[in-house]
């Protein structure tokens, strides 16, 4: 394909399988601010996409139509609740195109695990759609397609690290030189509810008894600058943790046996349950993933590196 081939590619669609990988993310810091009036807390968060993915097909079809496999489809429904059929409307209401497509969705990214899951999907979605419909929006346009889905979808189109604010949905990139940074995923078993673990962390601030909110993200970027994990283990928070302890106290368990396996950092990975360590490199990651499997604390532990890209066609 030459460059003008590629733009009557991308105006006509492709008329084979478009295959999207798209990651999960993590909260290096989550700063939950005050409860708005629209419902939503303002939010000062720093995203980091890794390398747990789901991967979603898109074929040519004559109606709309999801399939799903992998991590926590049992429990998930295939119609308009799905927020890959969401995004696939939302793509066709806004390019003026009949939303027909033959989706399959394989999933690894746990269910309501904190981990942006179904955001990732919706991400996934937008970009596969666009691609085989050949409406050829631009990441920008689609991450503002994104917003309205969910507030976590806009960085799952851009991936790598960025910061969020709004409600989460205003996405900038943090400019770093190029590190890879080297994580545990402790999955727990069963969810926990996003809006619930807010929700938690209100009544515990009401209540007198929540944890000094964090401060700037100063000293976060600073460390991603200085590329050094013992330094960016020191920085990293999330307001949301305590929440999610109170409703799941198991963790404080699965966030001691990290730490006692040698892990740099452990923190609550957005509002849980899984639990994200920081390991010194991959070597050491390894390690304590098989050391935490084994210590009865976690469904399963895995290693993942970050950053890695948003949804992409692959
Ligand atoms: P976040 O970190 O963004 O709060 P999460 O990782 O805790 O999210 P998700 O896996 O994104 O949670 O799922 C949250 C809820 O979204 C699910 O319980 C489910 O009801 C709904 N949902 C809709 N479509 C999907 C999808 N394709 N995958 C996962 N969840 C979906």
């Known amino acids: 394909w030459g460059p003008d081939d590629e733009g009557e590619q991308r105006r006509r669609g492709a008329s084979g399988p478009v295959r999207v990988r798209v990651p999960a993310k993590v909260n290096l810091h989550l700063g939950?601010?005050?409860?708005?009036?629209?419902?939503?807390h303002e939010l000062n968060t720093v995203y980091h996409a890794i390398s747990i993915h789901d991967e979603l097909t898109a074929r040519r079809g004559d109606t709309l139509t999801l399939t799903m496999e992998g991590e926590?489809?049992?429990?998930?429904?295939?119609?308009?609740?799905?927020?890959?059929?969401?995004?696939?409307?939302?793509?066709a209401a806004?390019?003026?195109?009949?939303?027909?497509?033959?989706?399959?969705?394989?999933?690894?990214?746990?269910l309501a695990g904190g981990l942006a899951g179904g955001s990732a999907d919706a991400a996934a979605a937008l970009v596969a759609c666009d691609a085989l419909w050949g409406t050829g929006l631009s990441r920008d346009e689609l991450a503002?397609?994104?917003?309205?889905?969910?507030?976590?979808v806009p960085f799952l189109?851009?991936?790598?690290?960025?910061?969020?604010?709004?409600?989460?949905?205003?996405?900038?990139?943090?400019?770093?030189?190029?590190?890879?940074?080297?994580?545990?995923?402790?999955?727990a078993d069963g969810g926990l509810s996003t809006p619930a673990a807010y929700r938690e962390l209100d009544r515990l601030r009401e209540a007198g008894v929540a944890g000094e909110p964090l401060g700037s993200t100063d000293a976060l970027f600073a460390a991603l600058r200085q590329r050094d994990p013992r330094?960016?283990?020191?920085?990293?928070?999330?307001?949301?943790?305590?929440?999610?302890?109170a409703m799941r106290p198991s963790l404080a368990e699965t966030l001691k046996a990290g730490e006692a396996a040698g892990a740099l950092a452990g923190i609550v990975s957005g509002s849980g349950p899984t639990c994200v360590f920081l390991?010194?490199?991959?070597?050491?990651?390894?390690?304590?993933?098989?050391e935490l499997a084994s210590a009865d604390v976690c469904r399963t532990a895995r290693t993942a590196h970050g950053p890695v890209p948003g949804a992409r066609i692959a």
């Open 279 to 290: 390991a010194t490199d991959a070597a050491d990651a390894e390690r304590i993933a098989t």
């Open 32 to 40: 939950v601010g005050p409860l708005r009036g629209d419902g939503y």
């Open 94 to 110: 806004h390019a003026g195109v009949p939303a027909h497509a033959r989706l399959h969705l394989r999933k690894q990214i746990p």
């Open 144 to 152: 503002r397609i994104a917003a309205d889905l969910g507030s976590d």
């Open 72 to 91: 926590g489809t049992g429990e998930l429904a295939l119609d308009d609740t799905n927020l890959v059929i969401r995004a696939a409307h939302a793509l």
């Open 157 to 187: 189109i851009h991936g790598g690290t960025a910061l969020g604010t709004g409600r989460g949905e205003t996405v900038s990139p943090v400019l770093a030189r190029p590190t890879t940074w080297h994580w545990v995923v402790a999955i």
């Open 231 to 245: 330094v960016l283990a020191e920085t990293l928070g999330n307001d949301l943790q305590d929440a999610a302890l």
